[in-house]
């Protein structure tokens, strides 16, 4: 017995296979890359300063409209409005846009930004006039998400050729936000200022009122790369623009601006990101050829998402000379770094050494009085020679001249006078020591370099100086604690120098074997804190990846 095959219903008109779309989630799930607000209305945005006349700046004015608990946001313009024929060309998704097919410059790619209003709302209407004629039409996500597979979305025509007095221009209103969304002036003008740039200077765009402006970050200096012959072979005759800012530069500002016709389509560090001072880079460089529709690898994706598709073959050549010129940049701004740091660095160990300087020669002071006062062959010998001033001798007192009774007689030729006598100056004698002069009555702190075989501290007795080697293993490892400024540092170098010091103090002091008792405790003390020293290291690790733990 046959079987009977029931015929099933279909949707199409013959059973070819053919590629069908779900014209509804197509729409959502562009929508879904227009996640935030500022995004959306940039769009809505540069569609305004797409359509303006030709020869003739336009203006945009965004206002975000509260009534009870909806809000909506309304983006209008005074540009060329639209036709019902241009109308019906704007709500076709992934279709040409009309401005670049008439062979102007504009932004306008994909075909997919007029539907941005659904990444956070529900409902999108377009209000437009030209040449006396107004059309209102009206597009919600109930009606997209009630759509069926391979079958257009109708679009609710409010509005058909109505004939207006109002000017040339177009309306475009965000219904419906969703709950949460978040609806900020300053983050939406921000975004604006980053995407618009320059377009900001001709045409007028303001956001409740508020003019949005083109503000560079300030630069201190700037620095232009030609391309070389191997990317101009490819790109043209482009130039890359490094500039290096004034402060540390928010994210959505640091990097690369890639321009196409002045329109910005992605923000890049080439490779860079997260080197130190590449906080510190800023640039551009417009490249018209990455605008080319007909390449077989877009440049840009159509997320929006401001990155280059590496897959391209311009992008291919131009990311690795855009990185080696910014890296050229970075690496001078390293170099000025570590010479801001070192000088800062020398700064701080010059204050600690000249604050424990000075707590040395006070003890120092008193532990010679006490010493000479408990002696008295020591009270009674003669101080040194860099303690006090030679005196000088005593002149004659002056008596006065008797008066002359020969006045007005001829005398004779005078007797020779005795030689005069040059009275000598006070003498101080002073020594050689680690900075400048010193009496023999002060102590000086000095940190060097002498390197890691070095011992911690060491006493120069002819300079009456203690050095602090900065390159013994302690010394590194206290300095990886917060470098010169910080009480770890400063406590390892107050307990070195004050050992050095009471060495120094008992050696001179006279005591029987005090030299080679000295020299022994020295010569351990240094080997144990060779010994400390990876443990001391791995607390200033231990405790920095505590603190980043903490802020993550």
Same mark, same amino acid.
């Given at each position: 017995?046959?079987?009977?095959?029931?015929?099933?219903?279909?949707?199409?008109?013959?059973?070819?296979?053919?590629?069908?779309?779900?014209?509804?989630?197509?729409?959502?799930?562009?929508?879904?890359?227009?996640?935030?607000?500022? @995004?959306?209305?940039?769009?809505?945005?540069?569609?305004?300063?797409?359509?303006?006349?030709?020869?003739?700046?336009?203006?945009?004015?965004?206002?975000?409209?509260?009534?009870?608990?909806?809000?909506?946001?309304?983006?209008?313009?005074?540009?060329?409005?639209?036709?019902?024929?241009?109308?019906?060309?704007?709500?076709?998704?992934?279709?040409?846009?009309?401005?670049?097919?008439?062979?102007?410059?504009?932004?306008?790619?994909?075909?997919?930004? @007029?539907?941005?209003?659904?990444?956070?709302?529900?409902?999108?209407?377009?209000?437009?006039?030209?040449?006396?004629?107004?059309?209102?039409?009206?597009?919600?996500?109930?009606?997209?998400?009630?759509?069926?597979?391979?079958?257009?979305?109708?679009?609710?025509?409010?509005?058909?050729?109505? *004939?207006?007095?109002?000017?040339?221009?177009?309306?475009?209103?965000?219904?419906?936000?969703?709950?949460?969304?978040?609806?900020?002036?300053?983050?939406?003008?921000?975004?604006?200022?980053?995407?618009?740039?320059?377009?900001?200077?001709?045409?007028?765009?303001?956001?409740?009122?508020?003019?949005?402006?083109?503000?560079?970050?300030?630069?201190?200096?700037?620095?232009?790369?030609?391309?070389?012959?191997?990317?101009?072979?490819?790109?043209?005759?482009?130039?890359?623009?490094?500039?290096?800012?004034?402060?540390?530069?928010?994210?959505?500002?640091?990097?690369?601006?890639?321009?196409?016709?002045?329109?910005?389509?992605?923000?890049?560090?080439?490779?860079?990101?997260? @080197?130190?001072?590449?906080?510190?880079?800023?640039?551009?460089?417009?490249?018209?050829?990455?605008?080319?529709?007909?390449? #077989?690898?877009?440049?840009?994706?159509?997320?929006?998402?401001?990155?280059?598709? *590496?897959?391209?073959?311009?992008?291919?050549?131009?990311?690795?000379?855009?990185?080696?010129?910014?890296?050229?940049?970075?690496?001078?701004?390293?170099?000025?770094?570590?010479?801001?740091?070192?000088?800062?660095?020398?700064?701080?160990?010059?204050?600690?050494?000249?604050?424990?300087?000075?707590?040395?020669?006070?003890?120092?002071?008193?532990?010679?009085?006490?010493?000479?006062?408990?002696?008295?062959?020591?009270?009674?010998?003669?101080?040194?020679?860099?303690?006090?001033?030679?005196?000088? #001798?005593?002149? *004659?007192?002056?008596?006065?001249?008797?008066?002359?009774?020969?006045?007005?007689?001829?005398?004779?030729?005078?007797?020779?006078?005795?030689?005069?006598?040059?009275? #000598?100056?006070?003498?101080?004698?002073?020594?050689?020591?680690?900075?400048?002069?010193?009496?023999?009555?002060?102590?000086?702190?000095?940190?060097?370099?002498?390197?890691?075989?070095?011992?911690?501290?060491?006493?120069?007795?002819?300079?009456?100086?203690?050095?602090?080697?900065?390159?013994? *293993?302690?010394?590194?490892?206290?300095?990886?604690?917060?470098?010169?400024?910080?009480?770890?540092?400063?406590?390892?170098?107050?307990?070195?120098?004050?050992?050095?010091?009471?060495?120094?103090?008992?050696?001179?002091?006279?005591?029987?074997?005090?030299?080679?008792?000295?020299?022994?405790?020295?010569?351990?003390?240094?080997?144990?804190?060779?010994?400390?020293?990876?443990?001391?290291?791995?607390?200033?690790?231990?405790?920095?990846?505590?603190?980043?733990?903490?802020?993550?």
């Amino acid at each position: 017995m046959a079987l009977e095959v029931q015929e099933r219903p279909t949707l199409f008109g013959d059973d070819r296979l053919q590629l069908v779309t779900h014209v509804g989630r197509d729409v959502l799930a562009n929508a879904a890359h227009f996640a935030t607000v500022p @995004k959306a209305i940039y769009e809505y945005v540069s569609n305004s300063i797409d359509a303006a006349p030709a020869g003739r700046p336009c203006t945009v004015r965004v206002s975000i409209v509260t009534v009870g608990p909806r809000r909506r946001i309304e983006i209008a313009d005074d540009a060329a409005g639209m036709s019902r024929e241009q109308l019906r060309s704007f709500f076709t998704m992934h279709g040409e846009n009309a401005w670049r097919r008439a062979g102007r410059k504009v932004r306008g790619r994909f075909g997919t930004g @007029k539907i941005a209003a659904f990444g956070r709302a529900d409902r999108l209407r377009v209000d437009t006039a030209q040449a006396g004629l107004r059309n209102v039409a009206e597009l919600k996500r109930a009606d997209l998400e009630a759509a069926q597979a391979g079958r257009p979305v109708h679009v609710h025509e409010i509005v058909v050729e109505e *004939p207006t007095d109002a000017p040339d221009g177009t309306l475009v209103v965000v219904e419906d936000l969703q709950r949460g969304t978040r609806v900020d002036r300053t983050e939406i003008v921000r975004y604006l200022q980053r995407q618009l740039g320059r377009h900001l200077v001709r045409h007028r765009v303001a956001v409740e009122g508020e003019r949005v402006e083109y503000a560079p970050p300030e630069a201190t200096e700037e620095h232009r790369f030609p391309a070389p012959a191997e990317v101009e072979a490819l790109a043209g005759p482009v130039e890359l623009v490094v500039r290096v800012a004034a402060r540390p530069l928010a994210e959505e500002e640091n990097g690369v601006a890639v321009l196409s016709h002045g329109y910005l389509n992605a923000m890049t560090l080439a490779g860079i990101e997260g @080197k130190p001072e590449t906080q510190y880079l800023f640039g551009e460089i417009d490249i018209p050829v990455l605008d080319d529709d007909t390449a #077989p690898v877009p440049a840009f994706m159509s997320t929006r998402d401001l990155t280059l598709n *590496p897959w391209n073959p311009i992008v291919a050549a131009l990311v690795p000379w855009m990185r080696a010129s910014l890296e050229t940049v970075r690496r001078e701004l390293v170099r000025r770094a570590g010479e801001r740091r070192r000088a800062a660095e020398q700064q701080e160990l010059e204050r600690l050494g000249t604050e424990l300087s000075s707590l040395l020669a006070n003890i120092y002071r008193g532990e010679r009085s006490l010493s000479m006062n408990s002696d008295p062959l020591l009270r009674d010998e003669t101080p040194p020679m860099a303690e006090i001033a030679t005196p000088a #001798p005593e002149r *004659p007192e002056a008596r006065p001249r008797k008066a002359r009774s020969d006045k007005g007689i001829p005398r004779g030729p005078r007797p020779p006078r005795e030689a005069s006598v040059e009275v #000598p100056q006070p003498m101080t004698v002073t020594m050689p020591s680690l900075s400048g002069d010193r009496t023999s009555t002060t102590f000086r702190v000095a940190f060097r370099h002498a390197g890691e075989s070095s011992p911690r501290a060491f006493y120069v007795a002819e300079e009456r100086g203690i050095v602090v080697n900065l390159d013994h *293993p302690e010394a590194v490892a206290s300095l990886a604690n917060g470098g010169p400024t910080s009480p770890f540092f400063a406590h390892y170098c107050m307990r070195t120098t004050l050992e050095e010091f009471t060495l120094v103090m008992v050696s001179e002091l006279g005591y029987p074997d005090a030299p080679e008792i000295a020299r022994e405790i020295r010569e351990r003390s240094d080997r144990y804190s060779r010994t400390f020293a990876p443990a001391i290291l791995r607390f200033a690790f231990a405790d920095a990846e505590d603190a980043t733990t903490a802020t993550s």
